[in-house]
């Protein structure tokens, strides 16, 4: 849940690309944002996400699972949901600008400068 809905109730476009974020986590990671799994402590994806980017070690989030891959695109992904759970929503990119990185159109880095420069 994004924290200005949570916290204010506010509800915008940029709420759904927080969600789309915890998304895109969830499908590379192959797993849950939040894991009960019986444990006393709960472990969050985005908590895990956002300390493995710090240490530039995303790939370390990529589901075990999944053999063969190409780490380029993984990456893309996974710096694209980064992106899409900042804390800030006026941070977070637009769903167009997401699209056009899945497409190919525009390079994370690109997206991210506009963003910047927009905020």
Known sequence: MAPEYATR???????????FGILLLEIVSGKNNADYSGNQES???????GKL???????ELVDERMNRYDW???????????????LSPSIRPSMSQILSVLEGGKTVEEVSKEVNNSA
């Open 9 to 19: 109730g506010a509800i915008t476009v940029k709420v759904d690309v927080y969600s």
């Open 43 to 49: 472990v969050f994806l985005l908590n895990t996400a």
């Open 53 to 59: 980017h710090a240490r530039g070690k995303l790939a």
């Open 72 to 86: 380029d695109q993984a990456n893309t992904i996974l710096t694209l949901a980064i992106m899409c759970v900042d």
